[in-house]
């Protein structure tokens, strides 16, 4: 049985209140086409104020701990990160916005800004001074979270919520002051904001989030806002015909239900109906629609710090969404996770650099704000994940976008065909095991010891992995990962697989296990676990890669169509190398077809050294990683 640290739990909870409280000179002469580039700091004043200076993964962040600090994830230099907003891909450049306080480690001390950095591939980014600030009536107690959309003729817009001199909830625009400008440095806030004022039906502190904005054939343009309507809550339809004057939509809300209690972060985005399969098929922009087009409607619950999404059909006369598992109900939280772990607010965007939609989401810390304080920052970004619909219809598919293997240094494996007998385990040797890739194939010959499961038990997967952890031997697993070990495994994590049978089917558990990741007292260090929407006879082999970043763990499960993130802090790490294992604590044994673990450099993250400032190596437009 599964036991919490009261205290864990404790600073569990008040870092859950920190999330509930919330609802969330010009560059002309460069060339439009630029998409990589070198930016150089040479030391006058005008480039100084543009770029706030940080510090790399090996150097000491001012004054704070470096401990559990990731080398190849998105974190600002200091201080506290939570959404991500607006993601995009502009004149050559990935934008990242995201939800910051420039005061300090923690939400609640002075007011959020937005943060800016820029990239030439998703790997490795500059930071620029804040996007948004509170600095007007309409966004005085905050800029919280929003959206961007890309206008005809290529100039970007921002819409985000505002929370104004009275407390309340509004929707306001921002554009950028020199659209030329391929850092869009600079951004305007119009005087005649708020755009979307709050409701009469609406409270004044639940309204809040607008999407992506996609065009319609009817020439206008729409988005969904999060808000509680009389008791309700909504996702709510927006209309405009020029991005200045909006309309609530007379139709009913995209989504409303009563039972999850307030929702946040929505996304509606169009995926490919046929790009299925494990060829990770292309992206659409955010307006796509008509034949072959589904629509993915993805909705963050408060009450559970959970994103959950749905795949369905997008009415645009109707302004409706029609599900395509409607059995599942209104209630959010029986919908579909987008990660079984620690994520929330995830937020996506339509990358034409490669014609994919790519995944974005926040994963905030495990342990104390006291040790928020210590360290002086809080927060990580999950690794932008390329994310496309199944082969099924039903379930979405994520993977780590291919720029992360530019990292990829020092390479191992295991001998091809290794065998794993019951309780067998191999060190993986040769890579830091602190920052890695690693990708594993496993075989199992025989499905016949699976152990029996009870109905009940397919309903709490994650309590589920609690009872059946690494270390309870079973019949068909568990078998996986032991990664972040110390060298006396007093501190690990397991990622890890175990066969069911249930009425004459297989079921596939992945799991996440912390409760032996760290010997710290006052960190939360549950189980996590999904079941894997896969057929386990059809299928020769079972995969899963694991990216480990120091406090950062990234799992997707059988190509993608699961994904559990964690954050982990163990203490050994501070004064020592960490180890890698695989292992099978089933009672038959288990194949190893192929491994590959590859230690990956630290990218340069919001970072300047002394030479100056590389945003990324500069590419060919036509390159292809």
């Not at 579909?336 to 929330?344: A, P, T």
């Amino acid at each position: 049985m599964l036991i919490r640290d009261s205290s864990a739990e404790a600073e569990l909870e008040q870092s859950n209140q920190r999330v509930r409280s919330r609802p969330a000179s010009t560059m002309a002469g460069l060339p439009l086409s630029v998409v990589a580039f070198h930016l150089c700091l040479l030391a006058s004043s005008s480039s100084s104020s543009a770029l706030r200076p940080a510090t790399t993964a090996s150097e000491s962040d001012g004054g704070g701990s470096r401990a559990g600090r990731t080398a190849y994830h998105f974190q600002p230099a200091k201080n506290w990160q939570n959404d991500p907003n607006g993601p995009m891909y502009y004149n050559g450049m990935y934008h990242f916005f995201y939800q910051y306080n420039p005061h300090g480690a923690l939400w609640d001390i002075g007011n959020l800004s937005w943060g800016h950095s820029v990239s030439g591939d998703l790997v490795n980014w500059a930071a620029l001074d804040t996007a948004l600030d509170p600095t007007s009536p309409f966004d005085a107690n905050g800029c919280w979270s929003g959206s961007a959309t890309i206008l005809p003729g290529g100039t970007p817009a921002i819409l985000y919520t505002g929370i104004d001199a009275s407390g309340e909830q509004v929707q306001n625009v921002a554009f950028p002051r020199n659209p030329a400008d391929p850092l869009l440095r600079e951004w305007d806030k119009p005087s005649y904001n708020p755009v979307i004022p709050l409701p009469a039906d609406v409270p004044g502190d639940k309204f809040r989030d607008p999407s992506t904005a996609w065009l319609g054939r009817d020439g206008l343009w729409r988005i969904v806002v999060s808000a509680e309507v009389r008791g309700v809550a909504s996702t709510l339809v927006y209309r405009s015909p020029d991005f200045l004057r909006w309309e609530r939509a007379a139709t009913a809300p995209l989504h409303a239900s009563r039972a999850a209690g307030m929702v946040e972060c929505p996304d509606l985005f169009p995926v490919k109906e046929e790009s299925g399969g494990d060829d990770d098929g292309e992206g659409l922009d955010a307006s796509a629609s008509g034949d072959g087009v589904r629509h993915v409607l993805k909705l963050s619950v408060m009450d559970t710090l959970q994103d959950y999404y749905m795949v369905g059909r997008y009415d645009a006369a109707a302004d409706a969404f029609v599900p395509a598992e409607p059995e599942r109900g209104d209630d959010v939280r029986a919908w579909r996770r987008l990660d079984y772990g620690h994520v929330y607010a995830s937020k996506s965007f339509f990358d034409a650099r490669h014609s994919r939609r790519v995944l974005w989401a926040w994963a905030n810390e495990s342990d104390s704000q006291a040790d928020d304080v210590a360290k002086g920052w809080s927060g990580v970004q999950t690794f932008p994940r390329k994310l496309w619909l199944d082969e099924d219809g039903k379930q979405l598919r994520q993977w780590p976008v291919e720029e992360i293997e530019t990292l990829r240094r020092k390479r191992v494996g295991l001998r091809r065909g290794t065998v794993l007998s019951a309780g067998g385990m191999n060190e993986i040797v040769g890579v830091a095991g602190s920052q890695a890739d690693v990708e594993v194939e496993f075989k199992v010959p025989s499905l016949a010891e699976a152990e029996a499961l009870d109905a009940n038990r397919l309903l709490d997967p994650q309590k589920l992995c609690g009872e059946k952890g690494a270390s309870v031997p079973g019949g068909v697993g568990p078998f996986g990962l032991i990664v972040l070990a110390s060298g006396d495994l007093r501190e690990h994590t397991t990622v890890f697989f175990r066969v069911f049978r249930h009425q004459g089917r297989y079921r596939l558990l992945m799991c996440t296990d912390l409760t032996r990741s760290t010997t710290r007292a006052g960190v939360y260090k549950p189980p996590y676990g999904g079941f894997v929407d896969v057929d386990v006879e059809e299928h020769e082999t079972i995969k899963l890669r694991t990216l480990i970043d120091h406090s950062m763990l990234e799992s997707f499960g059988a190509e993608g169509r699961i994904c559990i993130t964690a954050r982990v802090y163990p203490e050994h790490a501070e004064t020592s190398n960490s180890h890698l294992f695989v292992f099978n604590n089933g009672t038959g044994k288990v194949e190893v077809p192929k491994l590959e673990a590859w230690e990956l450099a630290a990218a340069t993250v919001n970072a300047v050294g002394d030479a100056g400032l590389i945003v990324s190596q500069s590419k060919d437009e036509s390159e292809s990683y």
